[in-house]
């Protein structure tokens, strides 16, 4: 009787002659770890979402659904740093607006010229172009402002 070549247990692995090193530890002080500049940015967009959502009115910005969850909506793209963490640039909507809509920037353009007038609107837009270069230190101002804000 042949054996099949996809039984298993037939043969049984050889154990590696390496043994594992213990760590080696390093002498002297050791520096703290900052966090990356990416892990700043994350925070800080949490922070500033709360402070979003906490300084307007507890209802989408674009529909007007209240008692629902909200989310901190960007008229211009998150992706503009220059325009990224700007209070005039969000205001909280639902996930249905936010997500599954697109973010709604038709309605959102109206409701925000209403609000602040054509020309901030449109000097947003402009301004999204700007190339800012942020170090670590503006991000943790930012953090320790919009957390005491909260």
């Not at 009787?1 to 049984?12: A, C, D, H, I």
């Not at 002498?27 to 906490?54: C, H, N, T």
Request: proline content about 4%; some cysteine; glycine content about 6%.
């Amino acid at each position: 009787m042949k054996r099949s070549p996809l039984k298993r247990g037939t043969k049984q692995m050889k154990k590696s002659r390496f043994k594992a090193k213990a760590p080696v530890k390093k002498k002297g002080l050791k520096r703290p770890k900052q966090p990356s500049q990416a892990k700043l940015k994350k925070e800080l967009d949490r922070v500033f979402s709360l402070y979003i959502r906490s300084k307007y009115k507890k209802e989408c910005y674009t529909c007007g659904k209240r008692n629902v969850t909200l989310q901190c909506g960007h008229f211009v793209s998150r992706q503009y740093l220059a325009t990224r963490w700007d209070e005039n640039n969000c205001r909280p909507q639902c996930v249905g607006c936010n997500m599954f809509g697109g973010g709604k920037p038709l309605d959102f353009e109206e409701r925000l010229k209403k609000e602040l007038g054509d020309e901030t609107v449109e000097k947003m837009k402009k301004s999204r172009h700007q190339v800012l270069k942020l170090d670590r230190q503006w991000y943790l101002t930012s953090i320790a402002l919009y957390k005491h804000e909260t």
